[in-house]
């Protein structure tokens, strides 16, 4: 017979949830290795002439749970090396056990087989216990590595190795993300054994109030308030379809791609001022607006059979790590320049075009302004361009002079021009110092609406209208408001 690993799995509980064939294993074995010594049915066991080595002391030495595993698989793989192993678990072998998912990749590449001798799982102490039917939907969650993302919380959620009260505050803060609180869950030990304990807890005191051992796990009951589920992806999903739907509404169900368009551009607007007003509760109001132009594109390709938010996901997910080789890759880079830089090189690979100019590519819907910002940039990065500012004033005077002499020859066509080539020649100085000129522009009417709006006050203390008013009148207004620091 060939080197091998027998895993064999305790139970959740006492000897009587121990299968006969799994007692009858450990009861002729003249060694166990067990991952932990903790767990009812080791001392009935001892009693009852078992003899193991435990691996409880390598939990002290490190500070990861994987490194623990890592030590552990290796020293079983070592004794397999001289002898056949007998090893064992809590509840059963491939039910959340990672240093038996460690020994079925390990253990082929060493010529050890690795044979699972079964044990009855804690998950179906668990139903019991709880009295769930699984057939509603459930997750099994390792609280040694919970993320967020993991959770459904339209789901029951059993949540395993829950040893110490480490793991479970780590496992309160990343359930806090998700739920109230104050959300009631309920803590289970030693499911289905004479020494089950459950005790229901809110979620803030899950690491306060109860005793934690290897054969705890905490339940998270499924959501059924609506006002938490909003915050799920797909209840925002659902919403739209809705709105789309047969019985939903008249105007979300006429629209198109095309009568969209006009809504994405003013949603992104009202983004930028949420940011230039440094109001964080605008901010995710005006994000959630745009987040609703994509979502009702999305349905409306879904609607009409061409496409659905998973394929823009998907496509969005391939190109992050395409593009960004040196955290999902190998490539290395030493500044954001060159994360640009190739950015731009993998962005031309993924087109499979030839660029005929190096300004293809800037698009036409842009607004003018910033389409002239990008336009010179593009054109800068060849060398064409001024090394310093002062040639890049003196062009503004240039095009200032000439938009000054078509005035005077009443030559409004020409004029016309010369004035396109002043906002071109201020974009170009406003380049040089690192200023966007569509920002400027943006804070520059803010703070003519403020005045105005000072103005309009002021004039509201009068008994003429402000068209009344001399324009001296204004102005002085005007004034006021700039001395206040409008």
């Known amino acids: 017979m060939g080197k091998s690993i027998e895993i064999l799995g305790l139970g959740a509980g006492d000897l009587d949830q121990l299968p006969f064939g799994v007692y009858k294993k450990l009861k002729s074995t003249n060694h166990v290795f067990l991952r932990t010594k903790e767990h009812p049915v080791v001392d009935e066991l001892v009693q009852e002439g078992l003899n193991y080595t435990s691996f409880d002391s390598i939990y002290e030495k490190h500070d990861q749970f994987e490194e623990v595993y890592q030590e552990i698989v ?13 090893y064992a678990v809590p509840g059963h072998p491939l039910v959340a056990e990672r240093t038996v998912q460690l020994l079925l990749e390990y253990g082929p590449k060493d010529d ?23 057939v509603d939907g459930f997750q099994l969650l390792d609280g040694t590595a919970l993320h967020s993302n993991h959770l459904q919380i339209d789901q029951h959620m059993f949540i395993s190795q829950v040893y110490d009260p480490f793991v479970a ?26 020494n089950e304990r459950m005790e229901k807890v809110p979620l803030y005191e899950l690491d306060r109030r109860v005793t ?64 230039d007003s440094g109001d964080i509760d605008h901010l995710v109001e005006e994000l959630g607006d745009v987040l609703l132009q994509v979502m009702l594109h999305a349905q409306i390709g879904e609607d009409e059979g061409y496409f659905a938010i998973e394929d823009v996901i998907e496509v969005l997910s391939s190109k992050m790590i395409r593009r960004h080789p040196h955290v999902f890759g190998n490539r290395v880079v030493e500044n954001s320049e060159e994360v640009l830089q190739n950015w731009q090189e993998i962005k031309k690979q993924e087109k499979g075009e030839t660029e005929v100019s190096l300004l293809d590519g800037i698009s036409m819907s842009m607004p003018n302004l910033v389409r002239a910002y990008e336009i010179q940039k593009k054109a800068a990065k060849v060398g064409f361009d001024w090394q310093e500012i002062t040639p890049a004033l003196e062009k ?23 004035f396109g080539d002043i906002l071109f020649a201020f974009v170009n100085v406003a380049r040089f110092l690192k200023i966007h000129p569509e920002e400027a522009l943006f804070e520059t009417n803010e703070k003519f609406m403020r005045r105005f709006r000072y103005i309009e006050e002021k004039v509201k203390n009068n008994e003429k209208p402000i068209e009344e008013h001399s324009l001296e009148e204004l102005d002085r207004f005007w004034d006021e408001a700039k001395s206040k620091g409008l």
């Open 74 to 86: 290796q020293t079983l793989l070592q004794k397999a090396n001289k002898e056949n192993v007998i």
């Open 112 to 134: 050890i087989d690795i044979l699972i001798g079964g044990g009855q799982s804690f998950v179906d102490a668990l139903f019991q216990s709880l009295k769930i039917d699984p």
């Open 169 to 194: 505050s780590n496992i309160k803060l990343t359930l806090m993300e998700r739920l109230p609180d104050d959300y009631e869950v309920v803590i289970v030990s030693a499911a289905g054994s004479n």
């Open 212 to 275: 934690l051992d290897n054969l705890t796990s905490v339940y998270v009951p499924p959501v059924q308030d609506e006002q938490i589920m909003m915050k799920n992806f797909s209840k925002l999903r659902e919403i739209i379809a809705v709105l789309r739907g047969p019985n939903g509404c008249p105007w979300d169900k006429e629209q198109t791609h095309e009568s969209l368009k006009k809504y994405l551009i003013e949603e992104t607007y009202e983004v930028i001022e949420a940011i």
């Open 396 to 418: 503004v005077k240039e095009e200032l002079a000439e938009f000054e002499n078509e005035i005077k020859t009443e030559s409004l066509i020409d004029a016309k021009k010369e």
